[in-house]
């Protein structure tokens, strides 16, 4: 009897952690996300006009332009200022994942049987939270640490930016209907195909890929665990992220040289897809990018390359993720992105002919 009655009381635990999680997640999503990106509706249905600049030029950087601490600094706060609030809400969200929620329930969520199974899961999972690549990384590093499994985490970090619906959306209203079509038809190739074909090729030798999980997993939701996951999550993950962030914006000068020149076809889009893979952008930034490097006399096939590669992968957030996912599945995912540019391109020049 004492037994059936402690069992129901640690059943109940449960269920209001998962309530609070839940709750937390939604209030996060709402202010950081939700409501933001509905309120840019109308003005772009109105206008048809994207109002944001292109972030890789802010601070008067110019293509070829040489490092300097200018450049690193004023790209890096006009990042911030774009990303803090989404940044904060996948903190938040991470730690709640990894102590509120039952590791059992994540893992019957995303663990599916067949690698496609679990990367469609993981894509579709991902996609309401509207995240960039960096700051979708904290929530997928809590998911490979709580021992979901590479397709379905790899899917969640790349369905976030590449489905994003709010992203469809402006693009619809502000750019080519060939655009949008690329962007979706593409992405989701990359994020269940691409996440399917990164999982094989992780664990090709091996299926069982070594998973780092909490040692203290299994002792139920506690405030005192959240806390501590929290600062850990900040203190590993985010100084790294800034330090390359910065790196990025004093080089972006010497990544930016896309557009007429020397180099053309396949070659441009070669480059324009792993350019794209390394830059790091907010959410929807690739948008004025894509347009301005359009304006500028970029081919087709190098707007559909950073169509899809500048959301889905950087450089931060590779190096957020590497420790959790490992090299071989990190480097795997930037190659799959970057493949996903080039056939991008492919098809946006056959959807304009």
Partial sequence: MEEAVESEAVRRRLAVAVIVAAALATAL???AKW???GAKVPGLAGSGVWPGSDILRTGGVRAGDAPSWGAATSFTGAYARAVWRALLAALLISAALQTLVPRAWLLRLLNRPGRLQSALA???AGTPSMMCTCCTAPVAVGLRRRGANIAAVVAYWLGNPLLNPAVIVFL???APWQWTATRLVVGALVVVGGAALVSR???GRSPAVPVVVDEVEDQGPSLRRY?????RLGVTLVPEYLVVVMLVGAFRGWLLPLGPGPASGLLLVVVAALLGTALVIPTAGEIPVAQGMALAGLSLGGVGALLVTLPAVSLPGMVMVWRAFGWRVTVATAGVAAAGGVLAAGMLVLLTR
């Fill in 35 to 37: 409501v933001p990106y």
């Fill in 122 to 124: 993981g894509g579709l």
């Fill in 172 to 174: 619809l209203l502000v």
């Fill in 227 to 231: 806390q501590a996951v929290l600062l």
């Fill in 201 to 203: 090729i992780a664990e």
């Fill in 29 to 31: 999503l709402l202010w």
